[in-house]
């Protein structure tokens, strides 16, 4: 009867313990889950706007160089943005995709004032490449363009 006792215990236990492991293993993330589900081909955004300020100072010093008026610019980090761009040619899609890395900006202090600086992608590590960037919004003070 002890003997029986035990074995239906020890069974109880066994079962109850791979329930609740079970139940455990669905609900957490594991170092091994998420090296399964991020894709590290791919810079993640925060990734890529931590590689942006390594080179704030080259942003910077390139849109000054557009107009000798801009003293200083201030970056909007949040506004970050990654798109594909498909190009047509007369209206037509070529089918061929690329991404463009897009963020916003200020200058000389002025509430009102904003551009966009765009670059593309380099190929073999997907950031921004910093020598293919260019203003695509040009420097503007509520709405007017900046002269």
């Given at each position: 009867?002890?003997h029986?006792?035990?074995?239906?215990?020890?069974t109880?236990t066994?079962?109850?313990?791979?329930?609740?492991?079970?139940?455990?293993?669905?609900?957490?993330?594991t170092?091994f889950?998420?090296?399964l589900?991020?894709d590290?081909?791919k810079?993640?955004?925060?990734?890529?706007i931590?590689?942006?300020?390594?080179y704030?100072?080259?942003?910077?010093?390139?849109?000054?160089?557009?107009?000798p008026?801009?003293?200083?610019v201030?970056?909007?980090?949040?506004?970050?943005?990654?798109?594909t761009?498909?190009?047509?040619?007369?209206?037509?899609?070529?089918?061929?995709?690329?991404?463009?890395l897009?963020?916003?900006?200020?200058?000389?202090?002025?509430?009102?004032?904003?551009?966009?600086?765009?670059?593309?992608?380099?190929?073999?590590?997907?950031y921004?490449?910093?020598?293919?960037?260019s203003?695509?919004?040009?420097?503007?003070?509520?709405?007017?363009l900046?002269?």
């Open positions: 009867m002890k029986k006792k035990l074995v239906v215990g020890i109880i066994i079962l109850a313990s791979g329930i609740i492991g079970g139940i455990l293993m669905t609900q957490m993330k170092p889950d998420i090296f589900i991020k590290f081909t810079p993640t955004k925060d990734e890529q931590n590689y942006l300020k390594k704030e100072q080259k942003m910077t010093d390139y849109v000054k160089s557009e107009n008026k801009v003293e200083n201030q970056w909007d980090w949040d506004s970050v943005e990654i798109e761009i498909q190009p047509d040619a007369g209206g037509i899609p070529t089918g061929d995709k690329y991404q463009s897009d963020i916003e900006g200020g200058f000389n202090n002025i509430t009102d004032s904003n551009f966009v600086l765009s670059f593309g992608f380099d190929n073999k590590t997907l921004p490449n910093m020598k293919h960037k203003i695509t919004q040009p420097l503007r003070i509520g709405g007017n900046y002269e």
